[in-house]
């Protein structure tokens, strides 16, 4: 019987991707304004490859683009594009229609509710408490709490392990097939590729099922549920 529904975060329940693209193109052209001598096109080019560099959630990329390109960091042209990126950050962050409605509902079927998400603990909470979804979660499964990234199995168990609850019992939804799907089938929950998420052009997930809405997980459940009452 399936006892909790645990999450992926960024493009699962939070549209990532866009939000990082529109905070990204506002700070671009906040450094511009700012005096920063470089087209659109060629910062944005060197913003990417730090990010491919670095990753996705390094926190000082505009110093960086500024120091390798003038070997100092100009603060009016910083000051600019971070103050930009954050307005436009907080603008763009939204949750996937009806992903506050099915939370609740699923809360009210009596399940547990959980994130297991690679991005920092603190970037994590942030984008959880900004779109106050904090109170609806039972258990929070961050990078800096394991160490570890998804397909590896430490954040399913450790997520697993808060909620108190066996593998069989817990449904695992989440964009990446290769991490989400693959890591919590290794380790025997049931998994949900949230295919309205997908930015990778994934066909075939090998997830349990497939969704293109999240609403769609509550008939999930209670087929699930009723088919082991029978």
């Not at 979660?137 to 990078?143: I, K, R």
Request: with cysteine; proline share 3%.
């Amino acid at each position: 019987m399936l006892k909790a529904v645990i999450f992926d975060l960024d493009n699962t329940l939070v549209d990532f991707m866009l939000m990082k693209k529109q905070a990204v193109d506002a700070a671009i052209n906040a450094m511009r304004d700012a005096g920063l001598k470089l087209s659109t096109d060629e910062i944005r080019q060197r913003i990417d490859q730090i990010y491919k560099e670095r990753g996705i959630e390094f926190q000082s990329v505009f110093d960086e683009l500024l120091y390798r390109e003038f070997s100092k960091i100009d603060h009016k042209i910083l000051s600019a594009g971070v103050i930009a990126y954050r307005r436009a950050r907080e603008a763009a962050l939204v949750p996937y229609p009806h992903v506050t409605m099915t939370l609740i509902k699923l809360s009210k079927m009596q399940l547990k509710l959980g994130v297991v998400s690679d991005a920092p603990g603190k970037e994590a909470w942030l984008r959880l408490c900004y779109l106050n979804f904090h109170h609806l979660f039972d258990a929070v499964v961050t990078f800096d709490d394991t160490g570890m990234r998804k397909p590896n199995p430490e954040p399913f168990r450790k997520v697993l392990e808060m909620l108190q609850i066996e593998p069989g019992e817990a449904l695992m939804v989440g964009d990446w097939a290769e991490r989400d799907v693959l890591g919590a089938a290794q380790v025997g929950m049931k998994t949900v590729f949230a295919r309205y998420g997908n930015t990778f052009g994934t066909e075939i997930s090998n997830a349990n099922y497939d969704i293109d809405d999240i609403t769609q997980l509550i008939d999930i459940v209670k087929e699930e549920n009723r088919n082991v009452r029978l």
